[in-house]
């Protein structure tokens, strides 16, 4: 009885089954009346009037006529086996409290780790339960959940859930890596670029003759283009070109400690977020 209290009732035996589980030998307790007196009533009255046993047992007959033919019993723990609860906090969040003897053989088959975690799975499939309204036997699931190591699925999906989660976090900074290697590409670029802009502004007439006779000797047929008096293009296209030219032309090496600096005055530039 012991080992089925948490489903709160034992397998139904045949009545001759029962005698042979009892020992009884043919010709024994052959009057259904004395065979109840003896051999079921009397052991179920000592089982529930001992104060260390922490089970109440009721036997439940079927009968045909008035023949007992089979048995069962319905168990369910007393009150004083219940007053210590929990013994460990492996049980802490169940909804009903377990016994000591109950805890007691658990922790003898499973780990506190994988009590708790049948129990949380237990409860989820409470939850369903109560959802459609079913009848839920709460001893009888947690008894299930913990002897059939329920728990063991969960920590297998919760395992998995972790390295998803660490999965897409590892993605996540990686591709945030990518863009801050992107945006600091461009960010360079750009202060290069005004770096050499700032420096080609800084140039004398005579740098820049200097730069052009240099660039129409590769491009020839801008010539025609050229005003040495100021000294420069006529022509936008050509101006442009030959702006990206010097550009190209220009020997600028960014200094680190400037760069972070200008960096530092584009975000607090107004209307621009840091």
């Keep these: 009885c012991a080992d089925y ?3 709160q009732r034992t397998p139904e035996m045949a009545i001759e089954a029962y005698r042979s589980y009892m020992g009884l030998k043919p010709g024994e307790y052959e009057a259904g009346r004395d065979l109840n007196k003896f051999i079921i009533q009397a052991p179920v009255d000592k089982i529930n009037e001992n104060d260390i046993c922490d089970i109440q047992v009721e036997p439940i007959y079927k ?9 069962y019993f319905k168990v369910q723990y007393k009150k004083q086996g219940i007053l210590d609860f929990p013994l460990v906090p492996a049980f802490a969040e169940a909804r009903i409290p377990i016994p000591l003897s109950a805890q007691s053989r658990y922790m003898t088959n499973f780990s506190a780790d994988e009590i708790a975690l049948s129990i949380e799975r237990g409860n989820s499939y409470i939850d369903a339960l109560k959802g459609r309204g079913a009848n839920i036997d709460l ?5 299930k959940a913990i002897e059939e190591n329920w728990g063991a699925q969960l920590a297998a999906q919760k395992q998995a859930d972790a390295q998803e989660r660490a999965s897409q976090a590892s993605r996540k900074a990686a591709v945030l890596k990518q863009e801050h290697s992107e945006d600091e590409l461009k960010l360079r670029a750009t202060y290069l670029k005004e770096l050499q ?12 003759r200097a730069e052009a006779k240099v660039y129409l000797d590769a491009n020839p047929q801008s010539a025609r283009f050229y005003d040495e ?3 420069g293009f006529t022509n936008p296209m050509e101006r442009i070109g030959f702006n990206i030219w010097l550009q190209a032309r220009q020997s ?6 400037l760069f972070r600096a ?3 005055s584009r975000r607090k530039r107004p209307g621009r977020v840091a």
């Design 5 to 7: 209290v948490g489903i």
């Design 63 to 71: 009968r045909q006529g008035r023949k007992i033919v089979s048995i």
């Design 139 to 143: 001893g009888a699931i947690y008894n």
């Design 197 to 208: 802009t700032t420096s080609i502004k800084a140039m004398s007439d005579e740098s820049i």
């Design 229 to 231: 008096n100021k000294p």
């Design 252 to 257: 600028i090496q960014i200094d680190e400690s």
């Design 262 to 264: 200008w960096q530092e």
